[in-house]
């Protein structure tokens, strides 16, 4: 399945070579989009200069720090654009770990969407603080128990959506950044009637550069639930899709 790897990056200089090194090694299926802000460190130059030697890597550039979820919405539009089967995202900073990658090739022939879970089966998290594990396990806890989706991991962003998911889904609609940003791809497509898999990852805490997670994104998180809940009159279960 053609697939198109999506990497936003902001400051991954130190991370990103390696990272479509070991993404491209997976499978000749895949090609890689690193969508960057204008990261001060030059990781947008440097993206550059390595798609100009592989025409597997294609680069876009935003003129500053628009945030997560723009940036994949960006993403999506540009791979809808063209003939890719699959388009995945995935964090320049290894802690999504590449060799994971065909697993979810190999799940998205049954599924809709693949969601990459670390608390499915147990809880694989190396090197988190217990503060930020805790924050993340009950944040996932709290989406359940607020929109009846049945998913462990709704924040995590190691994830494939397969074309016609994105084509069908209102991207214009989406509108949070952090993590609210997979909870609500998640709970669109859910609602959809997508059939939504999850297989287990485990997640590893970035190894260099630093990390972009604020307060306000905690927040956004919270609240944004509660505005998906809403808009969809709090409706718990989703009706089957009717095959295509
Ligand atoms: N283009 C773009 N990429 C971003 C932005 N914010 C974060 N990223 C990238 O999104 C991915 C996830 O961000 P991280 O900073 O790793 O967030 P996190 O995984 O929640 O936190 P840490 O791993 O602790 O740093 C990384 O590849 C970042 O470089 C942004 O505003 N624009
Ligand atoms: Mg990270």
């Not at 699959?86 to 190999?106: K, N, Y």
């Not at 049945?150 to 994105?166: A, E, M």
Request: charged share 25%; aromatic share 10%; glycine share 6%.
């Amino acid at each position: 399945m053609k697939t198109l790897v999506i990497v936003p990056t902001y400051n991954e200089r130190e991370n990103l070579p390696r990272l479509i090194e070991a993404v491209l090694a997976t499978t000749p299926e895949v090609e890689m989009l690193i969508v960057d802000d204008n990261s001060p460190d030059g990781t947008g130059g440097l993206a550059d200069e390595i798609a100009a030697k592989n025409p597997r890597v294609h680069v876009m550039h935003r003129p500053g720090k628009l945030g997560l979820g723009t940036a994949y919405i960006a993403g999506f539009r540009w791979a809808l654009e063209r003939d890719y089967e699959a388009v995945m995202e995935m964090d320049a900073d290894f802690s999504h770990d590449p060799r994971e990658l065909p697993a979810f090739l190999a799940a998205a022939k049954d599924a809709d969407v693949v969601i990459g879970s670390r608390y499915k089966q147990g809880v694989r998290v190396v090197d988190w603080p217990l503060r930020r594990l805790l924050l993340s396990y009950g944040a996932s806890r709290y989406v359940r128990l607020i929109t009846g989706m049945p998913i462990h991991d709704p924040t995590g962003g190691f994830k494939l959506f397969r074309r016609h998911v994105l084509a069908a889904l209102n991207l214009e609609q989406v509108h949070s950044e952090g993590y609210s940003f997979q909870i609500e791809m998640n709970y669109r497509c859910w609602m959809a009637g997508f059939r939504l898999v999850e297989i287990p990852i485990t997640f590893v805490d970035r190894r260099v550069g630093v990390s972009k997670i604020s307060r306000r994104i905690v927040w956004e998180a919270l609240w944004v639930v509660w505005r998906l809940a809403a808009a969809h009159g709090f409706r718990r279960r989703t009706k089957p899709r009717p095959a295509a």
